[in-house]
């Protein structure tokens, strides 16, 4: 069973930037394939970016593309994701989730083991 928290979430300014966390508890991070989704209010759960157990692999969401970036250090068991240039569409709950798998992928299904949440807000 891995465990994934979160943090990095807040209130920033368009334009501003964040970097969000996700620690995992298991020791053998480093074999799985690591993902970042998000969740506004009224909307599904979407893909935001993925990176593969080696962090050779990565896969970003058109939305995002150029304003976020997805990294992983396997000695710290911790995937980051740094979000510049934040617009307020970006306000969402955002999730890191797990996939055993091991190759970045970008469906949801795909992941078996999801964090609590982090809150990013954006105000115009």
């Known amino acids: 069973q891995v465990q994934l928290v979160e943090s990095g979430g807040g209130l920033v300014q368009a334009g501003g930037s964040l970097r969000l966390s996700c620690a995992a508890s298991?020791?053998?991070?480093?074999?799985?394939?690591m993902g970042w989704f998000r969740q506004a209010p009224g909307k599904e759960r979407e893909f935001v970016a993925a990176?593969?157990?080696?962090?050779?692999?990565?896969y970003s969401a058109e939305s995002v593309k150029g304003r976020f970036t997805i990294s992983r250090d396997n000695a710290k068991n911790t995937v980051y994701l740094q979000m510049n240039s934040l617009k307020p569409e970006d306000t969402a709950v955002y999730y890191c989730?797990?996939?055993?798998?091991?190759?970045?992928?970008?469906?949801?299904?795909?992941?078996?083991?999801w964090g609590q949440g982090t809150q990013v807000t954006v105000s115009s």
């Open positions: 298991e020791r053998t991070f480093s074999r799985y394939a």
């Open positions: 990176i593969s157990k080696s962090g050779g692999v990565i």
């Open positions: 989730a797990a996939d055993p798998d091991g190759s970045a992928r970008w469906g949801q299904y795909d992941y078996d083991y």
